[in-house]
C-alpha cells in the first residue's frame, strides 16, 4: 500500500519524472515541478507518456505538475515531507534554496542526481535534512515534452536501481521509506556507503557521459570504437585512483571490478582485455540508441555537468597529487564544444 507522505519532485526531466510517474501510478501524493511549460502541460493532459523495452513499461499516467514560475506559494501548496531534488547538478543550490520553504517539519531532501551534491544541499537546509539516492544504470531519456523512454532492461532482481542511504551511513526509517517509495519504479534498497555509490556512479557516468557527448556517437557506437571504448576505460581508471585516495569503498563498476578498471589503465594487458569483454558484452543490455544525459544535452544545445563530473575527479586529484590526463583531457574537449571551437566527432577525442 501507498504511503501517505507528501512528495515532490522538483526538476521533471528524464529522471524526476520517470520516477515521479511511476510513484504517481503507485498511488502517492506526487507533486512534479517543472519550467519546460509545455511538459508540465502534457504531464496533466493526456499525461505523461513512459516507455521501455518490454511492454509494462509503456504506459500513460496523469501527474500533478505545477510550472516552476506558477508555484504557490508556501501555505497554498505542501509541506512536503520528501522532496526529490533531480535538477542538473549546477543547479542543485537554487533547487534547494527554492523548496526550502515548502518543506514540511521533520521533511527532508533527497538529491537524485547525477554528481555528488548531498553537501550543497546540507548546506542550504542542513545535513540533518538531506539525504542521498543513486539512479545506478537508470539510462532514461527525454527527447519531446511530455514523453521519457527508459532505453536499458529494468534491474530487477538482477542489478540494484536504487541505493538510498544517509550521509553518515546509518540505516533510518526515512531512507527505508525512500527506498520503499522506488521499489515502485524498479529494485531499490538502503546503503550504508552512499558515498562509496556516490563515487561509482561518478565514475560510471565519467567513463560514459563525456565520451558519447564528444564523439557525437550513442553509447553501444562508443563501445565498438577501440579508441573511445579504451578512452572510458582510462578515464575510469584515474577516477578509481582518486577515489581510493578518498577512502571510499566502491562498487562494481558496469559490471567489472574497480581494481581491474584500475588495471587496465595502468597497462596490465590482461585486465584491459577484461574490460574489453565487459563493454563489447554490454551492448546487448541496451538500446543502439541510448545516449547518457551529457550526450543528450549537447544534442539539445544545453550546459552540460562536466565540471561536476570529470572536472570534479580532476579537482581532487589535484588534492591528492595524482595526474589524471584522460580526465583532463576529456574536460578539455567538452568545453571547446561547448565554446563553438570544434564539433562533436571522434576526431575531438583523437589526441586523448
Not at 506558477?70 to 542538473?88: E, W
Not at 521519457?148 to 536504487?162: C, D, M, P, S, W
Not at 550546459?303 to 588534492?319: H, S, Y
Request: glycine share 12%.
Amino acid at each position: 500500500m501507498a504511503g501517505t507522505e507528501r512528495i515532490a519532485v522538483y526538476g521533471a526531466g528524464a529522471v524526476g519524472a520517470y520516477v515521479g510517474g511511476y510513484m504517481t501510478r503507485d498511488g502517492r501524493d506526487v507533486t512534479l515541478i517543472d519550467p519546460w511549460e509545455e511538459h508540465v502541460t502534457l504531464m496533466r493532459d493526456p499525461g505523461l507518456k513512459l516507455s521501455g523495452l518490454t511492454e509494462p513499461e509503456n504506459f500513460t499516467v496523469t501527474c500533478n505538475a505545477v510550472l516552476d514560475r506558477d508555484l504557490p506559494p508556501p501555505g497554498k501548496i505542501g509541506p512536503f515531507d520528501v522532496i526529490f531534488i533531480c535538477v542538473k547538478s549546477f543547479d542543485t543550490d537554487a533547487a534547494a534554496k527554492r523548496m526550502l520553504p515548502y518543506l514540511g517539519d521533520g521533511g527532508f531532501m533527497v538529491s537524485l542526481q547525477n554528481g555528488i551534491n548531498e553537501g550543497t544541499i546540507a548546506g542550504v537546509v542542513g545535513a540533518d535534512r538531506t539525504v542521498g539516492c543513486i539512479a545506478s544504470s537508470i539510462s532514461v531519456s527525454m527527447w519531446e515534452p511530455g514523453a521519457v523512454r527508459r532505453n536499458v532492461k529494468l534491474g530487477g532482481k538482477e542489478h540494484t536501481v536504487f541505493r538510498a542511504g544517509e550521509l553518515d551511513g546509518s540505516v533510518t526509517p526515512r531512507v527505508e521509506k525512500v527506498a520503499d517509495m522506488l521499489s515502485s519504479v524498479d529494485s531499490s534498497k538502503v546503503t550504508t556507503t552512499l558515498m562509496g555509490e556516490r563515487w561509482s556512479k561518478l565514475i560510471v557516468n565519467c567513463m560514459r557521459n563525456p565520451v558519447s557527448a564528444a564523439s557525437g556517437m550513442a553509447s553501444n557506437a562508443c563501445d565498438t570504437d577501440d579508441h573511445i571504448r579504451r578512452l572510458g576505460i582510462r578515464i575510469g581508471a584515474e577516477a578509481v585512483e582518486v577515489a581510493m585516495a578518498e577512502g571510499h569503498p566502491l562498487e562494481k563498476l558496469l559490471g567489472m571490478p574497480p581494481e581491474q578498471v584500475l588495471a587496465a589503465g595502468k597497462g596490465d594487458a590482461a585486465a584491459m582485455a577484461a574490460c574489453d569483454k565487459s563493454l563489447l558484452d554490454g551492448r546487448a543490455k541496451r538500446s543502439d540508441a541510448q545516449r547518457p544525459s551529457m550526450a543528450q544535452d549537447m544534442v539539445k544545445g544545453r550546459p552540460t555537468e562536466i565540471d561536476f563530473l570529470n572536472g570534479f575527479v580532476v579537482a581532487r586529484a589535484k588534492v591528492h597529487g595524482i595526474a589524471v590526463p584522460a580526465n583532463e583531457g576529456i574536460v578539455k574537449a567538452i568545453k571547446r564544444i561547448e565554446a563553438g571551437e570544434i564539433e562533436p566527432g571522434p576526431e575531438a577525442l583523437a589526441g586523448i
